[in-house]
DNA sequence: TTGAAAGCGCTAACAC
DNA sequence: GTGTTAGCGCTTTCAA
């Protein structure tokens, strides 16, 4: 009893409208994608028509014909990270605004996945955005010649990409902890395979240089809430007094940890996390943190990538948004270029002064 | 330097397969999706040669041909809930297991975009998961004639649906509040456009009755963190010191507002939640909460859908996983009835003795 | 077991 | 402007 017409056990084609209408199917489907090349009365006439018996355009149909499919795909290493959430969240919001179907893909940190899935992709959407992947440089730059692709968190040579600017977060994060005395900060690390583990390292050392702070590292964590135990026993073990955890699942494992452990946050152990994910603020104590605008960078790439596919779409029929993308969220930087979204710190409670006796990191 | 062979500009068709090993595209075809129905030696060659040409197929065009497009569409009525994000894990775990494609749809709470989204899916998909549906049953059943449905946390009559039986885990709630000596319970009430709202509430004024508690009900709040400010003052405001919440996204809020009011938890007040999503176990006091297998519910969901869809699948081609869906998750429960998933409550440090003094609920 | 031919629903030249 | 004619890449009768 809603906008479903008359229905017959068939599904309605431009063939049963250009019966219904009296004109040539061309002519109906011209009305429906290139509406102005089309007399507007029976332009009218066949939109009217199409709307009465319930028609929906057959998208593989469509797909087959004109090579494009409005879809594109979207991977992520791992679905079960909080923090592609924020990333998925906003390629949603932007695809479904501009009438577009997202394919969302679970990549499990497999680089042979990844391939496979942007193989079969080819033909089922236009473009696809890659997060963290796990590919290599020339893997991905080799891709993009055949798919349009964005990566967020990569910067392979001539792939538009858009990254959060981490690095400068730490800068802010190791000049909070030098405020509060801290004059050592050891870096909890993430993945190997993490690009932007890597990145976040390099700027550690590069701005503890400038300040005169001392920064250590330990071993790898994989990013996950229950890493963040082992990881809190190696900080204690390691005699630090600050922290800053590659993200936050591992930092928020490790409060837990060191309450358990009776090693009291702020007081004994500063935390600084990554990324500022659900849960970030309402963890015990609310865990100090860079602030990444990780549903912008979804929301960006998405429009990077329907800039490249060319933004303009006429509405041809239902979907509730339609029309180009809008929003005034696309930083200046060229297409095909990389874009980069400011982070910043936000202090909460599981930083403080630095304790009156520093123990000496390893 | 991987999987792809000999690169031309075009893609790989049957066509090129069969001119390379002299045989009909039509036994190309057979050979790679009906592969007992040729003769195994050509059969071996023709799947060599595929390889080799490094051949993906075109699945619009096998959609189009075959009407099966191989992909489920999963409707959200809100990405941003935490809560889907458990879902669309196993959805998307369970989809990718047996070499399915996931359409990821957030009908962000309108049922408009809910018939849009179904509509459209209809050729894009070959059946689709809903979550939380804002479509009353009818429309629901409507759509499962035309589309083989799978609805989670409804009960149309006639579609199969995955129920998570929160009712058993307010009752389980309900005990433990009175074991620790409370008498008078509030229910924190969610939306009221909520299928699982009104069947919580139910469940609670019977087993209240039943163990000879008091309930009340507070007015409707929406499923946000952000809600739980409110929330709390309005259980402050009614001088309860039991609460259960809708949702653990309203009770996490509460958490924080109790505690900005100086309200101690569980001293003075004891909040259940409901759901045990992400960060539940890590807020401030950990919260005690209604462990629903949210996950699972993805996975059984997409189960019983590619069931009905035909569950037998030939690995034609490329794709991480193939074969049916696997997994002994399926509890029994007819192929087209309901599964009703058993919640267990997870008691943590939000909950506690009732106060020696307590004031009276309005 | 295999090939030839038709056609899925739509778009895109090309004529009129 | 609109109709006619070919396909897109694949599956699927129907014969051979």
């Known amino acids: 009893m809603s906008s479903a017409g008359t229905d017959l056990g068939r599904r309605v084609t ?40 319930g028609y929906v355009a057959n998208s593989q149909a469509r797909a ?35 009438g577009w179907t997202q394919l969302l893909v ?8 990844e391939l496979a899935a942007l193989g079969a ?28 692709l964005v990566v967020v968190n990569r910067r392979p040579a001539g792939v538009p990409s858009v990254l959060i600017d981490t690095p400068g977060g730490v800068e802010q994060a190791v000049q909070h902890l030098v405020s509060l005395g801290h004059r050592d900060v050891l870096y909890v690390a993430g993945p190997d395979s ?22 250590a590292r330990i071993s790898p964590h994989a990013p996950f809430v229950d890493s963040g135990a082992a990881a809190a026993d190696a900080a204690v073990n390691a005699g630090a007094t600050a922290c800053i955890a ?54 960006v790439a998405i429009r990077m990538l329907l800039a490249r596919l060319g933004a303009a779409h006429s509405g041809a029929g239902q979907g509730p948004g339609s029309g180009p993308a809008s929003g005034d969220d696309l930083p200046d930087g060229h297409a095909a270029g990389a874009v980069a979204l400011p982070t910043h710190l936000t202090v909460r409670e599981s930083t403080g002064p630095a304790p009156a006796s520093p123990r000496r990191p390893t």
């Not at 409005?70 to 906003?90: H, K, M, Q």
């Not at 679970?106 to 996945?113: I, L, P, Y």
């Not at 990780?294 to 929301?299: D, N, P, T």
């Open 121 to 148: 992709i080819a033909t089922k959407a236009d473009g696809a955005v890659l997060t963290a992947s796990r590919l290599s440089d020339a893997q991905i730059a080799r891709f993009a010649e055949r798919t349009p």
């Open 64 to 98: 087959l014909t004109s090579g494009r499919t409005r879809a594109v795909a979207v991977l992520v290493s791992d679905i079960t990270n909080p923090f592609y959430f924020d990333v998925i969240r906003g390629t949603q919001h932007q695809l479904s605004a501009a």
């Open 246 to 299: 590659f993200n936050d699942l591992i930092a928020i494992g490790m409060l837990t940890r060191l309450r358990e452990r009776g090693v009291r946050v702020p007081e004994d152990m500063s935390v600084v996390g990554c990324d500022d994910i659900f849960g970030a603020d309402f963890c015990n104590p609310p865990l100090t943190t860079m602030t990444s605008p990780i549903e912008r960078a979804g929301r």
């Open 194 to 215: 993490s690009w932007s583990n890597e990145r976040r390292w390099r700027a550690l050392v590069r701005v503890a240089k400038r300040l005169g702070v001392r920064v």
């Open 14 to 53: 431009i063939r049963d409208i250009a019966d219904a209408t009296g004109v040539a199917p061309s002519t109906v489907s011209r009305a429906l994608s290139l509406p102005d090349r089309v007399n507007h009365v029976t332009q009218q006439r066949i939109q009217q028509a199409a709307r009465e018996l």
């Open 106 to 113: 679970d990549t499990e940190e497999s680089a042979d996945a």
